[in-house]
């Protein structure tokens, strides 16, 4: 059944905020030993995550009747996207403990790819869930609107979407900084990168343009499909965990678009580092859902994990 396949999707999160790009000056403050383990955890994090996913990715491209199925083309778009932001968020972040400048444009380029990619997360997760409503709520109409080809031109489109939000910085920036600027070394911040007000203004309107869409696409087509599921069959407990399940999952995700105002009151709240505090969302928000989420999705379904298991054990 459609459904149950369905019911087997990763809906992580993401991240379209500044913090995103972790951004943690070294303080004095700050044993060696501290950092030492920060930048250790983070390494180890950002190893697990790239292999993980670099299995699954073996295992779609070996398999046709996955990289012939438009849910796991999205799910894989998924996956390769979040090791791009994973891995480039952690250069970032090794970055930020090293107090050499880097070059303006190695900066630049860094940065933008970081922030494109962490774009296209949640929205990357709203067409999964959308594809799903779909196959479980409009099954007749499934094979004509979900094709390759349909699947394809979306991913194209969520990168189109994507670079239109975060490009605008970087022209905003060549309008209004002389020429020597960009020729110039910084500490590799997003701030330093894309130092006008503005920007930030236009970040928080059309984040909270894309906090309103994401969430209403989500919790009415899992809503719709818990719906459905309860129609066509007596056991609905399957889908009613898994909406539980996706539903924590988003909220980190959708935590991403409020994080500066969120790590604020939780500092004055609890009165804890600012610079702890950020390594600590970095952490919880950005790289543990791309850990978790590939891991759901190979033991919850059963055609990926059969194959899984195929490529583990040789067979």
Not at 174 to 187: E, G, I, R
Not at 246 to 259: D, E, N, S
Request: glycine share 2%; with cysteine.
């Amino acid at each position: 059944m459609a459904g149950h396949l369905c019911s087997d999707r990763p809906s992580e999160a993401p991240d379209m905020n500044t913090t995103a790009i972790p951004n943690f000056p070294v303080q004095s403050s700050e044993t060696l030993s501290k950092v030492l383990t920060k930048n250790l955890l983070v390494l180890l994090l950002g190893f697990s995550v790239t292999c993980m996913n670099s299995s699954f990715i073996q295992v779609f491209s070996k398999e046709q009747i996955l990289y012939l199925n438009p849910r796991y083309i999205l799910f894989i778009h998924l996956i390769l996207n979040d090791m791009i932001q994973v891995m480039l968020s952690i250069i970032l972040f090794l970055m930020s403990y090293n107090r050499h400048k880097v070059s303006f444009s190695i900066c630049c380029i860094i940065m933008l790819i970081t922030l494109i990619a962490t774009e296209n997360t949640p929205l990357n997760v709203a067409c999964m869930a959308i594809e799903c409503y779909i196959a479980v709520c409009l099954p007749l109409q499934y094979s004509r609107i979900c094709t390759i080809k349909n699947t394809l031109i979306l991913i194209g489109l969520l990168w189109v979407t994507s670079m239109s939000v975060v490009l605008p910085d970087l022209f905003v920036t060549l309008a209004t900084k002389p020429l020597d600027f960009f020729h110039s070394h910084v500490a590799c911040y997003v701030h330093n990168v894309f130092p006008n007000p503005d920007i930030i203004e236009k970040r928080n309107i059309i984040h909270s343009v894309f906090l309103a869409i994401v969430w209403s696409t989500i919790f009415y087509t899992y809503f719709r499909i818990l719906f459905t599921a309860r129609a066509a069959s007596k056991d609905s407990k399957k889908a009613r965990n898994t909406i539980i399940l996706h539903g924590f999952q988003v909220l980190l995700c959708m935590t991403t678009y409020v994080g500066p105002q969120l790590l604020n009151t939780l500092q004055r709240q609890f009165l804890i580092n600012y610079n702890d505090l950020l390594f600590a969302f970095y952490i919880i928000v950005h790289v543990l859902p791309r850990s978790i989420s590939p891991i759901i999705y190979g033991v919850r379904d059963e055609t990926f994990r059969k194959y899984l298991k195929k490529n583990m054990l040789g067979k």
